[in-house]
């Protein structure tokens, strides 16, 4: 039997969908029928001769294979199978021949590129090294999927035949082409949605009351630039629409249908969809995951049965999608009022806050590209839409949302590149207790330190609330970035610019001048427009907080032109709190030809401890944009295989996983080039004595038993022992009977922490902390994704409270960072590498100055823990394939 993870759903590079599994005896029907519709060229190019139908010989041979030596994949759309790929290995090699057949009509889909990538995936699984393809030297498109596919392949020529050879492994030049092929793929997908010539509501009422009227009404009132069709077998007209009876019945093409129909209704219009070959789904109807299991059953067939039938889905039970573009204009949502067209785009996880989210952005003069709200997720997420506005035109800055993630690492991976050019900002709920997606009122524990570190290594600018993601966002949107930290105060109020003063400091940034530019009650509107070009123009301002209270006397209206005069030429960002104002008021406006702000529009924050926040969280992005990518340094003394075969043999004698002895962790950290402490373990007093001959005075005693040790407070950890009598006199007065490890005694130092902590849903994340109680106590660790970078490790050392413990407080010597950095290099290495290492702890590592002392090192680790496991999310990246439906 096949593996199940070799079925896959898969997003076509046209941006349909299609379902790609393992081949079974029951698909010769289907093999029949791809041959019957391909034409007499493609079955030449595949079988190098005049072969019209499949033997009775060839086709049992065909579609019985053993999924080890022989494996051949299938891909359906609907009830047809339109291409095949397969493998079948040369008897005694590593080798594998490679063939594929894909219909005439789904050629250039990109069909045969994703039939070998699962391919080798399948192969690299079964211990195949290589593929071997013999195509038509005419057949120049075969040539290219295997040429383009990013693996190193050799050419041979002979009488017409291109002979290709190529080892298969996953290169980072093909994960690269893998990368980039799911990104066009998938923003296609999510076109398809956002820009359909036509749209269908089914479901549609002229009841006023009923959603399927609200929708059908928002979309004719927005004014969408194609037909649109009611469906509902009731009515002959829907606010003065003709109307259909069903999907079917409309004589044209529908590009999206939007269901507002009871969810027993939704299979059956799926259904229905699937005949008409819709090209995508809203489904706004509710009634699904979020009533319960059997809701989420139903959920997962409504996703099955449209990506089979080249369909994605919005939803279900969300508000719905909108696109601000004037060669669209679609308002499919329920929301009455849309923002004007603007540079943000918005994704939204709830479909309840849906329509007070546009609202808020609505009323502070946002302008949108495109929003989505995704309901339950049950198929598009965030991820589908960090994908399209990557490469989309008319979206510069990105709102997210979010209260869960379907695939982290991806988001992490995508928020990474598209933050390099596009600002993401998020918003994530249930930072203490959230709601399971797809299950009101179910209370599920966050690991708020993993979604800190996915955000922080990615670039994504957190904010704490819906108002701050609309506060940053509008900055964004209408403000250049700042070339640092320092912030310049102009206003008219000495006890205003204060408070902004207090709040830049707060907020971690830099005040460029002594004190607040302050122009007095009674200074004037050109009194005002010079001060502020006075702090633009000055090198040492990066950013400017304007703060503007109305005077008593009349004339207050004349400053906002100031104030939008110096910023629509300023190349540094100018916020303000102006009349306590909030969005971008029309006097701040500097209006695009649709007349919503453009850039150099000022945005107006109602307190300044706002403003200020909104720029420290942008200024921080910055930082980070600017901020070299880093790299994955080349580690010396790693053997990687040796800590490979040790995680083997664990698993192998305990399948679930368990602890690591102390001489296993030895090993392992050992195969990294760990700096460890010379170490024995013993199990009597005699013993004892000889290690700590063998070790070296002094040495230190632990007890072995969990609950003693490192608590030298309950007497399990005896320190500084000089001699035999030391000893043995420790030795007995350990409790408990467990084996003692004797250790060489650590140079004085301060002592750290390190762990790896493995995610189910995160992956891998590495931590850094000073040790001790306090420390403990107050939860002052740091947290990065794997793998690390260079640049990441020397963030991840210098980002806890306690820093300056290690840089020389109080005038201590400071400690070797670089081995710190080297150190945590090492551990994300061996946790990117061994995905079986669930968790490991280093504790207490000491670390000392950079002059070396225990034999030429500066840091060593005195104790540790670890255990292994079969893997959960630190899998390495397989071949393209869309989530699982939640």
Not at 71 to 95: H, I
Request: aromatic residues 6%; hydrophobic residues 45%; glycine residues 10%.
């Amino acid at each position: 039997m096949p593996p199940p993870h070799w079925e896959a759903d898969i997003v076509a590079a046209d941006g349909g969908t299609v379902h790609l599994r393992p081949i079974c005896p029951e698909d010769d029907e289907g093999l029949v029928g791809l041959m019957d519709r391909s034409s007499d060229q493609t079955r030449y190019y595949r079988f190098f001769g005049p072969m019209k139908r499949l033997s009775e010989k060839d086709l049992p041979r065909d579609t019985h294979v053993d999924h080890v030596d022989r494996v051949a994949f299938v891909v359906l759309l609907g009830d047809s199978l339109v291409a095949v790929g397969r493998y079948d290995r040369y008897p005694g090699t590593d080798d594998a021949e490679v063939a594929f057949l894909v219909e005439d009509a789904h050629q250039g889909r990109g069909l045969g590129s994703v039939l070998l990538e699962h391919l080798a995936a399948a192969a690299r699984e079964r211990g195949i090294k290589r593929f071997v393809a013999e195509v038509l030297a005419q057949n120049g498109k075969m040539v290219r999927v295997f040429q383009d596919a990013g693996y190193r392949a050799t050419r041979e020529y002979e009488d017409g035949v291109v002979h290709l050879t190529f080892p298969i492994e996953q290169t980072e030049d093909a994960l690269a082409v893998a990368y980039e092929r799911e990104q066009r793929s998938e923003s296609r997908s999510i076109a398809r949605l956002l820009t359909p010539s036509s749209v269908a509501v089914v479901g549609a009422s002229n009841d006023e009351g009923k959603i399927g009227n609200a929708v059908l009404r928002h979309l004719l009132d927005y004014g969408f630039a194609g037909p649109v069709y009611p469906v509902n077998p009731g009515a002959r007209h829907v606010r003065g629409v003709p109307a259909y009876a069903g999907i079917e019945s409309i004589p044209d093409d529908v590009d999206l249908a939007v269901l507002a129909v009871p969810a027993d209704e939704v299979a059956g219009v799926v259904e229905a969809c699937r005949r008409k070959r819709v090209r995508g789904l809203v489904v706004i109807s509710g009634g699904f995951g979020e009533t319960g299991p059997e809701g989420r059953a139903a959920e997962r067939l409504l996703v099955a049965s449209a990506r089979a039938s080249g369909m994605r889905v919005v939803g279900p039970n969300c508000l719905g999608i909108v696109n601000t573009d004037p060669e669209v204009k679609l308002n499919a949502s329920l929301a009455p009022l849309i923002p004007g067209r603007g540079r943000v785009g918005f994704f939204a996880q709830s479909g309840a806050l849906g329509v007070a989210l546009l609202e808020r952005a609505r009323s502070r003069n946002i302008g949108l590209s495109t929003f989505v709200s995704a309901g339950n997720r049950a198929d598009v997420s965030g991820n589908d839409l960090l994908q399209y506005w990557a490469t989309d035109p008319g979206t510069e800055v990105v709102l997210l949302y979010l209260e869960s993630f379907g695939n982290p690492r991806k988001f992490a991976r995508l928020a990474r590149s598209v933050g390099r050019t596009k600002p993401v900002v998020a918003v994530k709920s249930g930072r203490h207790v959230g709601v399971t997606p797809g299950l009101a009122g179910t209370s599920v524990t966050v690991p708020e330190e993993s979604v800190g570190a996915l955000f922080a290594s990615a670039g994504v600018i957190r904010v704490d609330t819906v108002a701050q993601l609309l506060d940053v966002g509008t900055l964004l949107a209408h403000q250049p970035l700042p070339a640092g930290n320092r912030v310049a105060v102009v206003g008219n109020s000495t006890a205003m610019g204060a408070l902004v003063a207090d709040s830049v400091l707060e907020e971690g940034l830099t005040l460029a001048h002594e004190a607040p530019v302050d122009i007095g009650v009674g200074g004037t509107p050109e009194d005002f427009r010079m001060a502020l070009q006075d702090a633009v123009d000055d090198d040492r301002v990066d950013a400017v907080v304007a703060v503007f209270l109305p005077p008593l006397m009349a004339g207050s209206q004349e400053f906002g032109p100031a104030l939008r005069e110096v910023a629509r030429h300023s190349v540094k960002p100018i916020v303000a709190t102006f009349l306590s104002t909030e969005g971008i008021p029309p006097e701040l406006a500097v209006p695009d030809e649709s007349g919503m702000p453009a850039r150099g529009s000022v945005p107006s924050f109602s307190t300044p401890e706002r403003a200020v926040i909104a720029l420290a969280r942008v200024a921080e992005y910055a930082r980070w944009r600017r901020r070299p990518v880093g790299e994955l340094p080349e580690l010396p003394d790693i053997d990687e295989d040796a800590g490979r075969a040790l995680v083997r043999r664990v698993l192998a004698d305990a399948p679930r996983g368990r602890e690591l002895t102390d001489d296993e962790l030895i090993t392992l950290l050992g195969a990294y080039g760990v700096p460890l402490l010379a170490t024995r373990t013993v199990s009597d007093v005699e013993a004892a004595v000889e290690a700590a001959a063998e070790v070296g005075y002094p040495v230190v005693l632990k007890s072995t038993a969990p609950w003693l040790r490192h608590r030298a407070d309950l007497g399990g950890v005896r320190l500084d022992l000089t001699d035999p009598g030391a000893v043995r006199t420790a030795f007995a007065a350990i409790p408990s009977g467990d084996p003692v490890i004797v250790q060489e005694m650590a140079a004085p130092g301060v002592a750290t922490v390190v762990e790896v902590v493995d995610d189910p849903s995160f992956g891998a994340l590495v931590s850094f902390g000073v040790g001790g109680v306090a420390t403990d106590l107050l939860g002052d660790r740091a947290y990065r994704t794997v793998p690390l970078t260079d640049l990441d490790a020397a963030e991840l050392v210098r980002a806890p409270r306690a820093w300056p413990l290690l840089n020389g407080y109080r005038g201590s010597e400071p400690v070797d960072v670089e081995a710190l950095e080297d150190l945590l290099l090492r551990v994300a290495r061996l946790a990117d590498d061994l995905p079986e290492v669930l968790r490991l702890t280093l504790e207490p590592i000491i670390v000392g100055p950079a002059k070396p002392w225990h034999g030429g090192r500066s840091l060593v680790v005195a104790g540790g823990g670890a255990s292994v496991g079969p893997p959960t999310a630190r899998v390495d990246p397989g071949p393209r394939r869309m989530r699982s439906p939640v």
